[in-house]
């Protein structure tokens, strides 16, 4: 399922907004001034697909309407009064309604007051949220402002689960259906720090990392997962390798396609160990061996059970051969990314010295960071929503974001969506973009 269209109506009680998705390139920007929305149009998708339907109750907007490629849609209607706010969700097949639920429920709001009294947010939640007002808390991190429903689904993962079990929505499975089909992920401008909530019996905070060191260490266990993961398939195949090549199902090859296999697979090896995922001089074959008659159904077997084992490397492998291609050739000047399997990367400067992730810039930070969520978090055939790619990042590394992110497109299957200011991100592609300026203020 692909998002065709979005249109939101009196945003911030002001603009009508219709963005039409790219589907031949699958690359749409979204460019305006500031104060038009464009990262809130991200904020919407994203919001909705993850299933945080508060966000709709703060977002100023009378109605927003999503259109997919499979005739269905999804229209959302803010209602509000004196007392209280409603969010309709209608579900449309044809233009036909076909389901809807409201949010917040009234047995909804009823549960939270029930459930658990405004005092017991701080028994859970970590010191970084302060009270303010009987019923209005504060993020000291963010300064953001929250009511009792708001702190407690945006803090959910510190409140025991037998607690938020009480709170589930009731959503129809035709919307959980639609939500599911399609996977929103969202590179958010905030990308060089990362906080994490702990929470526990001895302690509650939010603790704050470098992400380009998380992220190091997040490749280093792909590639000790990935290494185990070959581990096993060649147990499971080199265990009933004699059993397989006496039942004779395995066909006997031309001696000249066999070494061309072997020369191919020799290849393969290479490009695979030059990140340290396997041995060079493993499982190989001496190719130099003239090859007879008798061997043939040996090797056919031997070849198809070694390209069996090296295809449980294949995605991790190209993966990377992308994100280091990118950075060595195209960005990285006077310092070069290397992999490890147990550092997960490491730069060095021109003198091979090793240098401290943190020593980057925090235009090479960025950088880093941006394609390591594209090429490894974003998953594939998903929508990839990317705000401000430009932040700190020189005006020729800007020019080369599209055809980088062709790549990506191709290698990973997915939808990108950018907000951007910058016309060198645009570089001259303004087919690709939808000017939010030029909609329609009430």
Same mark, same amino acid.
């Not at 302060?130 to 953001?144: A, C, F, H, I, M």
């Given at each position: 399922m692909k998002l065709l269209d979005l249109k939101i109506d009196k945003l911030f009680d002001i603009f009508n907004h219709e963005i039409n998705y790219n589907q031949d390139e699958r690359i749409t920007i979204i460019t305006a001034p500031n104060g038009y929305g464009k990262t809130m149009t991200l904020k919407i998708i994203y919001n909705l697909f993850n299933r945080r339907f508060n966000f709709f109750t703060r977002l100023v907007f009378e109605k927003i309407i999503f259109t997919f490629d499979n005739k269905n849609s999804i229209e959302i209607i803010k209602e509000v009064n004196s007392d209280s706010t409603l969010i309709k969700f209608i579900l449309k097949e044809n233009n036909k309604d076909m389901d809807s639920f409201e949010y917040p429920s009234k047995e909804l709001v009823s549960q939270l007051r029930r459930g658990m009294p405004s005092r017991q947010i701080e028994e859970y939640m970590p010191n970084s949220l302060?009270?303010?007002?009987?019923?209005?808390?504060?993020?000291?991190?963010?300064?953001?402002?929250?009511s009792f429903e708001e702190a407690i689904y945006q803090y959910n993962d510190y409140i025991p689960e037998h607690i938020m079990k009480r709170f589930d929505i009731d959503i129809p499975e035709a919307f959980i259906f639609i939500i599911n089909e399609l996977e929103v992920y969202f590179i958010q401008e905030q990308r060089l720090i990362l906080r994490e909530p702990i929470s526990d019996k001895f302690r509650r905070e939010v603790v704050i990392t470098d992400t380009i060191e998380k992220y190091s260490q997040e490749l280093s266990q792909k590639m000790k997962k990935t290494i185990g993961e070959y581990a096993q398939?060649?147990?499971?195949?080199?265990?009933?390798?004699?059993?397989?090549?006496?039942?004779?199902?395995?066909?006997?090859?031309?001696?000249?396609?066999?070494?061309?296999?072997?020369?191919?697979?020799?290849?393969?090896?290479?490009?695979?160990?030059?990140?340290? %995922?396997? !041995?060079?001089? @493993?499982?190989?074959?001496?190719?130099? +061996? =003239?090859?007879?008659? *008798?061997?043939?159904? $040996?090797?056919?077997?031997?070849?198809?059970?070694?390209?069996?084992?090296?295809?449980?490397?294949?995605?991790?492998?190209?993966?990377?051969?992308?994100?280091?291609?990118?950075?060595?050739?195209?960005?990285?000047?006077?310092?070069?990314?290397?992999?490890?399997?147990?550092?997960?990367?490491?730069?060095?400067?021109?003198?091979?010295?090793?240098?401290?992730?943190?020593?980057?810039?925090?235009?090479?930070?960025?950088?880093?960071?941006?394609?390591?969520?594209? %090429?490894? !978090?974003?998953? @594939?055939?998903?929508?990839?929503?990317? +705000? =401000?790619?430009?932040? *700190?990042?020189?005006? $020729?590394?800007?020019?080369?974001?599209?055809?980088?992110?062709?790549?990506?497109?191709?290698?990973?299957?997915?939808?990108?969506?950018?907000?951007?200011?910058?016309?060198?991100?645009?570089?001259?592609?303004?087919?690709?973009?939808?000017?939010?300026?030029?909609?329609?203020?009430?």
């Open positions: 302060e009270r303010t007002s009987p019923n209005e808390w504060r993020n000291k991190l963010t300064d953001e402002v929250l398939v060649t147990q499971s195949l080199d265990s009933s390798f004699p059993k397989r090549l006496f039942q004779g199902n395995t066909l006997d090859i031309d001696a000249e396609v066999l070494r061309n296999k072997l020369q191919s697979l020799q290849e393969e090896r290479k490009k695979t160990s030059e990140y340290g %995922l396997l !041995k060079l001089d @493993e499982d190989t074959f001496f190719q130099e +061996d =003239e090859i007879n008659d *008798s061997d043939t159904r $040996v090797l056919s077997l031997y070849i198809a059970d070694s390209k069996e084992k090296l295809a449980v490397f294949s995605s991790l492998v190209n993966k990377i051969e992308l994100f280091t291609k990118i950075l060595n050739e195209r960005r990285f000047n006077f310092k070069s990314i290397e992999i490890d399997k147990e550092k997960g990367f490491v730069f060095k400067s021109q003198n091979g010295s090793i240098l401290e992730l943190t020593e980057l810039s925090s235009g090479e930070q960025h950088e880093v960071v941006l394609l390591f969520e594209l %090429l490894f !978090k974003a998953t @594939e055939n998903s929508l990839v929503l990317i +705000d =401000e790619p430009e932040i *700190s990042l020189h005006v $020729v590394w800007q020019k080369e974001f599209l055809n980088d992110i062709k790549e990506i497109i191709k290698l990973k299957n997915i939808d990108i969506v950018i907000a951007t200011h910058s016309p060198q991100i645009i570089n001259e592609r303004w087919d690709l973009t939808v000017n939010l300026e030029d909609s329609k203020i009430e």
